[in-house]
């Protein structure tokens, strides 16, 4: 059935009051995401604004450092913006998880290799597949870490990046047992090492005080077999 082409003066046409914020905060959000699928992304959008939820948005425009061949990858913003989705609850589950990394237009299959590297079944304990996450950015376990300090810190941009230690130690003692290459005393000394300057932070780590620990990452010098796979994953 064909268009009506009656003509509506200005008086008959009722704009809803909110929706030129809405739309300017949409137009906003889209531009600091940069979604692969704008159509996909804005169904996520506005779903989350109706539910009252966590928006699929970036905190800020970021380079392109997507970590794998084509630009789709997890990048640290989209990590971060999961993270606040996410991490409200110890766990989420497999379904909200995919549902939320569809969202943002991430790639199934990187997702499905964490997923199986983690061996998560329906419930997914989050700061493990976020431990994962920041693995698959860095490549190496301090890079990691380093990461994952970025991403949750508190701090201003640009400043120390402090994460709490005892997240720190979770992190880390995640990764490194997942890992296999890592011997229990040795993950201990590590730690232990850097209790004298966390204490002087009143418990808290920065990625100053452990990321030149190359001589405490096996992973650094790429014989890691876990580390290859979390590694630029597809």
């Known amino acids: 059935m064909p268009l009506s082409d009656t003509m509506y003066c200005a008086q008959q046409i009722n704009i809803p009051p909110e929706l030129p914020d ?3 905060n949409f137009t906003k ?25 966590r928006l699929p ?12 061949k084509t630009d789709t990858g997890l990048t640290p913003g989209l990590l971060k913006t999961l993270h606040k989705q996410l991490s ?24 499905e290799n964490l997923l199986s590297l983690g061996s998560f079944g329906p419930d997914i304990d989050w700061m493990e597949f976020f431990a ?29 990046a402090r994460i709490p230690f005892h997240t ?8 490194a047992v997942l890992d296999g290459d890592i011997p229990q005393d040795h993950r201990d000394m590590f730690l232990n090492s850097l209790q004298a300057q966390v204490e002087l932070q009143h418990g808290m780590i920065k990625p100053l005080d452990f990321i030149h620990r190359d001589d405490m990452d096996p992973t650094s010098a790429g014989s890691s077999d876990f580390s290859r796979r979390t590694s630029r994953a597809e």
Not at 32 to 50: C, E, I, N
Not at 168 to 175: A, D, I, S, W
């Open 132 to 160: 994962l996450g920041c693995s698959a950015l860095g490549g190496t376990l301090m890079a990691a870490l380093k990461y994952a300090c970025e991403i949750l810190t508190e701090d201003e941009d640009g400043g120390a």
């Open 88 to 111: 409200a609850k110890q766990t989420c589950s497999r379904e909200d998880l995919q549902k939320k990394w569809k969202g943002l237009c991430l790639p199934m299959d990187q997702l």
């Open 29 to 53: 959000a889209a531009i600091r995401t940069q979604p692969k699928d704008v159509l996909v992304w804005s169904a996520a959008y506005f779903s989350a604004l109706s539910k009252g939820e």
């Open 57 to 68: 948005v970036k905190d800020r425009l970021e380079m392109n450092v997507a970590t794998q």
């Open 168 to 175: 720190f130690t979770e992190l880390y003692t995640y990764l």
């Open 22 to 24: 809405i739309l300017k």
